[in-house]
């Protein structure tokens, strides 16, 4: 990341830079596109609050267009946590953008795995064949969140290390 927390994304006008707490909103309206949005009104829930301090956004100039985070668990394992663009915005490349910012972020942390859960097939083969991810398990889910039809979720892991070194840094 630069000095401005922005990436240099000079081909195009939407910047991914770390979330500004006044974004939550605009972040929370883009996962509920997905039924992926925290449920801060449930006991149990899946996730229930998004960290500004571990998230990013897709910002096309003050409109917020994209949003990932991730939560840490300990010093070197930390959890992808809810990753989506608008839908007006999806096949431009936001989400493999995001994507990179946060396991960026993570490596300098000094986190040596990630673990992914998704229940959807696309993006289990997304995560698999462009960032080196391994299927590990899975998880059932704890209440409807995305897919209504899957009970659960599709365990990935990746050994952040492994990515950093194949990917021109």
């Not at 946060?102 to 696309?122: A, C, F, H, K, Q």
Request: aromatic fraction near 8%.
């Amino acid at each position: 990341m630069t000095d401005t927390d922005e990436t240099d994304d000079t081909d195009t006008a939407v910047r991914i830079r770390k979330m500004r707490e006044e974004e939550v909103p605009a972040a929370m309206e883009i996962l509920d596109e997905y039924d992926m949005a925290p449920e801060t009104d449930r006991d149990g829930a899946e996730r229930s609050e998004i960290r500004v301090e571990n998230s990013f956004v897709a910002a096309d100039g003050d409109d917020i267009v994209g949003t990932a985070s991730y939560i840490v668990h300990s010093d070197t394992l930390a959890e992808t946590a809810s990753m989506a663009v608008s839908s007006e915005y999806r096949g431009e490349g936001l989400g493999y953008r995001l994507q990179t910012a946060r396991l960026e972020e993570m490596y300098s942390r000094g986190i040596e795995t990630v673990r992914t859960e998704t229940d959807r097939p696309e993006t289990i083969e997304w995560y698999i064949e462009h960032f080196g991810y391994e299927r590990v398990g899975t998880n059932p889910k704890k209440h409807d969140f995305s897919l209504p039809d899957v009970d659960e979720w599709t365990v990935l892991e990746l050994d952040l290390e492994a990515w950093a070194e194949r990917v021109d840094r």
